[in-house]
């Protein structure tokens, strides 16, 4: 099972921009599909972005589609979410994910899907 670390969270101001970074574990990388999930106190963890094997297909929660972008390098093990225009709402602890599952990968929005998950990071969106 790949092992998942993420960073670059924190306070940002809103309409600010952010990138997370998630290094992962293991020698097969392009073998998973990865996401980005996050979770906002008191609320369900929620799909935020997903990414195919080798990045040509992403797909995105409505509510960050135009302002988020996911991508990955292979050659280093590591998924990125650019996080642009933050809104306050956009405030959550922020989780990557991964899973072997490749069929299919805009379905795949569930936590369930994801059997990999990193220890997460909290990003503050100030007002």
């Known amino acids: 099972q790949v092992q998942l670390v993420e960073s670059g969270g924190g306070l940002v101001q809103a309409v600010g921009s952010l990138r997370l970074s998630c290094a992962a574990s293991?020698?097969?990388?392009?073998?998973?599909?990865m996401g980005w999930f996050r979770q906002a106190s008191g609320l369900e963890r929620e799909f935020v972005a997903g990414i195919s094997r080798y990045g040509g297909f992403r797909y995105y929660a409505d509510s960050v589609k135009g302002r988020f972008t996911i991508s990955r390098d292979n050659t280093k093990n590591t998924v990125y979410l650019q996080m642009n225009s933050l809104k306050p709402e956009d405030a959550a602890v922020y989780y990557c994910a991964a899973t072997s599952n490749n069929k299919d990968v805009a379905s795949l929005r569930r936590e369930a899907d994801f059997g990999s998950w990193g220890q997460g990071t909290p990003v503050t969106v100030s007002s």
């Open positions: 293991g020698r097969t990388f392009s073998s998973y599909c």
